[in-house]
């Protein structure tokens, strides 16, 4: 039996926004500044503003300069100065020295934490008048009579893992508006389904995604340096990995902590958690962390294609906005104040037009895109391995971008090569004993939480693949790049099954976007399920 199929109610909004972040919630307030006679709604899928928020994050105040002028007297709750930043190149026993990038200077900014910092931008939408409705998924989309997105609909609650309504059933609504800001942040379920529907992505290139891992410590009296922005290039990735670390210095003896890896990597044996752990250890970065403990945990993907990838960000009745469209700047390491900026020329052009269209070549003619289009040769680059990549870094900042190529993006999920092919990294490893133990450990510092009796959320859409050729081609990566241990493979008499431990996913959508085969669709769950992060 499946859940009654009733009429829905229906709520009327004159902008639904879907995403707490600082996209969503800069939009938000925008709109209301100037419209407040409009009615807007935000909607977010973790069961308070913030819960699902995870950056590094050193954040550009520009943005929130325009938006809330005088902020600086109540800021949010953790917002330290940036004092120094530090670029060392790590190999597998020592540290040296590297110059700062003219993009990661940090003079002027703030170490926050993001998730602290949207609820603190939650604060100030409802203050204006924005209707915020956390704990409430937006799972499909509503269209309206001529084929446009005219709102969304909110998933079920209390639907059973086969299907039928248990004794909490509670119909999700629609919530319709002329206007729909998809501010989901990367890999947005319902942001890929319209990017396919309306063909937005038909003259970019293939979107790209990093892996983020984080955590934050408490460190023993006196080794935290509040302000001290750090940076890592090197081991434990091989030349080949593009990536690298960040330590941030917070107050009252915390430090950020996390680890960064493209998913183009190619070795089908890689595990981004185990290298995040591995980091760690290194001689470089123990010594900061031993004597500590850690306080929460968590992952997310990161938009990394940039210029080229950026689809269509207009469609009718609908606008992509901050890493739903993909306007992070990777070189910068930072893509809040590009979210805020996005969102809140996305208010601007509702406010004047009240429709979507001439939305993108508006973003295109601004300086999201113009700070885009500088540095759009300098992630690719390092296809070539990290020292060509360096050298080529170096070259297209010199020149401002102002060469005529642009270098072209690939997907992800093509990268990986067969396990017949590869020959195994020698990546001098070593023995753990710093938490976590491994990553079902790890999970409970993400407070991640989904009923165990509930439709999975992680459709996978060609079983026999993940059993047969998965195994043969690839080893089953999804146990390795998955930092949650959601999939496993289970040795039974009839050979192995694929076990999905989808309560302990959090949300990151690695999965979706690293299988080689695509067979692995994420889409979301019931609303306020997943990761509760603190203070990520």
Known sequence: MNAPAEPREVMAYDVVIVGAGPAGLACAIRLKQLREEWSVAVIEKGAEVGAHILSGAVIEPGPLDQLLPGWRDDPPAICVPVTRDRLWYLTATGKRW???PPQQRNHGNFIV?????????????????VDIFPGFAAAGVHFAEGGE????????????????????????????????????????????QLIRRFELDADADPQTYGIGIKELWRVAEGKCSPGLVQHTLGWPLDPSTYGGSFIYHLEGDRVAIGFVCALDYRDPEFSPFEA?????????????????????????????????????????????????????????VKGTHQAMRSGMLAAEHAAEHGTAEGFDERLRNSEVMAELRRVRNIR???????????????????TGGRRQRTLPNHADH????????????QRAWRE?????????????????????????????????????????????????????????????EHGLRLQINAANCVHCKTCDIKDPYQVINWVAPEGGSGPNYQNL
């Open 432 to 492: 753990r004993d710093l938490p976590p133990r491994d990553r079902l450990a790890w999970v409970y510092f993400a407070a991640t939480e989904h009923d165990e009796d509930q439709p999975v959320h992680l459709q996978i859409l060609d079983p026999e693949v993940c059993t047969t050729r998965c195994g043969v081609e690839f080893n089953h990566p999804c146990t390795r790049f998955c930092p949650a241990n959601v999939y496993e493979m289970i040795e039974e």
């Open 380 to 398: 690719p680059g390092f296809r070539r391995g990290l020292w060509k990549g360096l050298a080529n870094a170096a070259l297209e900042t010199v």
């Open 98 to 100: 590297f110059p700062t």
């Open 149 to 192: 997105v005219g709102g969304v609909i909110i998933g079920d609650m209390g639907v059973a893992s086969d299907g039928s309504p248990k004794d909490t059933f509670t119909q999700g609504i629609e919530i319709h508006a002329p206007l729909t800001m998809l501010a989901e942040g990367c890999r947005g379920h319902l942001s890929k």
């Open 414 to 425: 093509t990268a990986l090569e067969r396990v017949s092919e590869h020959a195994a990294a």
């Open 113 to 129: 934490s993001l998730g602290s910092t949207c609820q603190w931008l939650a604060g100030h939408a409802e203050a204006a008048g």
């Open 276 to 332: 995040f752990q591995q980091f760690k250890h290194h001689p470089a970065i123990r010594p900061l962390l031993e004597g500590g403990e850690i306080l929460s945990g968590g992952a997310r993907a990161i938009v990394e294609g940039g210029y080229q990838s950026l689809p269509r960000v207009e469609m009718p009745g609908a606008m992509l906005i901050g890493d739903a469209a993909g306007t992070l700047n990777v070189p910068k």
